[in-house]
């Protein structure tokens, strides 16, 4: 499919087919561990499973055999690296004989120009494999777990990542994705202002939730939870399966469906702030920004070069916030001078090496 020219019909025709099987597939076997499946057992879905390691290991041990270094492996695929070998023909041997090894055909789904795994919420010292985006060779994107993928993530927020996605799917490899980190900085403190400023329209912000039960089932008061049952207490009769859309507002009521808005509201800012912070963060988490560093630099006057403590490079103050030293708006007050970028990117580089 990926040899085929853009614009080529079948391009179209083979990737629905191939979804098509996919999912038959993912269906199929997610049946096998069904506790109320009426057929099959449970045993059939722990086989799959235990097969399916035992594959796996045997490729990874191949792989490293042959001089590639295994950065990630999950499921059906992993992600391998050996300097040098950027382009399909470098590949081409080694799928041979992961066939020959193991009797199963291997794809190769693309050549990354960079690729970042995120860490793990609960030990940041670790990446996870079912969390990261990368570029291909042809600039194509590979999305998979952060908030552009969630059905629950606002449209405006799914744009400001998106559009930081696209300025670092620029870069050629790792260090030019570091150099373009100020720009996608800099493009998401000019949408974050936008939003803490009240200017993005209710219609860009509203969250989607599948009901998973009941509005009367609930027992934590989410802002889902909320809509349910002001919706339930309104007639509306609900069963789970069913989508809400909803705002987050201020005051008690903390969210509305979008049936009761009104024609004029403000949306919770604070709380979209939060959303917002959460999405940039998980593109900047894999060359060093923490959630305190990222506060610094997009939300107070300071957001200084460096983390603290950190002495700055020869000739930065250390006393000019960070944004302005990249010669970036600052809408909250501050008036920042005219500089270059390159002193973001030496920050980026320092909190990696601090990190």
């Known amino acids: 499919m990926r040899a085929l020219p853009e614009g080529d019909p079948r391009r179209e025709r083979y990737r629905r087919r191939y979804s098509a099987h996919k999912w038959l597939l993912v269906t199929c076997f997610g049946y096998l561990g069904y506790k109320n499946a009426r057929f099959g057992r449970i045993e059939a879905h722990e086989a ?12 990874k041990e191949l792989v490293e055999a042959r001089g590639f270094r295994v950065l990630h492996l999950y499921v059906d695929g992993l992600w391998i690296h050996k300097p040098g070998a950027r382009h399909q023909p470098d590949y081409d041997a080694l799928l041979e004989e992961i066939h020959a090894e193991t009797g199963l055909h291997i794809a190769l789904e693309g050549v990354y120009r960079w690729l970042a795994f995120l860490p ?3 030990e ?3 990446a996870v ?5 990368g570029a291909f060779e042809d600039g194509s994107l590979k999305i998979r777990g952060i908030e552009i993928r969630r059905r629950d993530t606002p449209r405006f927020i799914k744009d400001t990542q998106l ?7 620029q870069a050629r490899d790792a260090h030019e994705f570091r150099a373009r980190v100020p720009q996608a900085v800099a493009y998401a ?3 974050l202002y936008q939003l803490r400023a009240g200017r993005v329209p209710v219609e860009q912000l509203l969250v989607t939730h599948r009901l998973s039960r009941r509005p009367e089932e609930f027992s934590v008061r989410t802002a889902a939870a909320r809509v349910a049952n002001q ?3 309104a007639g509306v009769e609900l069963h789970p399966g069913e989508r809400l859309r909803f705002l987050l507002v201020p005051g008690p009521q903390k969210a509305l469906p979008q049936e009761h808005l009104p024609g004029q509201i403000p949306y919770d800012r604070q709380a979209y702030t939060e959303l917002m912070l959460r999405a940039i963060e998980s593109l900047l988490a894999p060359v060093g920004v923490d959630r305190g560093t990222l506060e610094l630099w997009l939300l107070g006057n300071a957001g200084y070069w460096g983390p603290p403590g950190a002495l700055p490079p020869p000739g930065c103050d250390a006393g000019t916030p960070l944004l302005a030293q990249a010669g970036l708006p600052i809408p909250l007050g501050a008036r920042p001078p005219q500089a270059q970028e ?13 990190g």
Do not use: D, K, W
């Open 48 to 59: 799959v499973n235990a097969y399916g390691r035992e594959v796996l290991l045997r490729t």
């Open 120 to 122: 793990s919420r609960t």
């Open 124 to 126: 940041p010292r670790l």
């Open 129 to 133: 494999a079912n969390r990261y985006f």
């Open 163 to 169: 559009g930081m996605l696209e300025l670092l799917a």
């Open 189 to 191: 403190q000019e949408r």
């Open 231 to 233: 919706l339930a207490r």
């Open 342 to 354: 390159r002193i973001l990117a030496a920050a980026i580089e320092l909190l990696q090496e601090s």
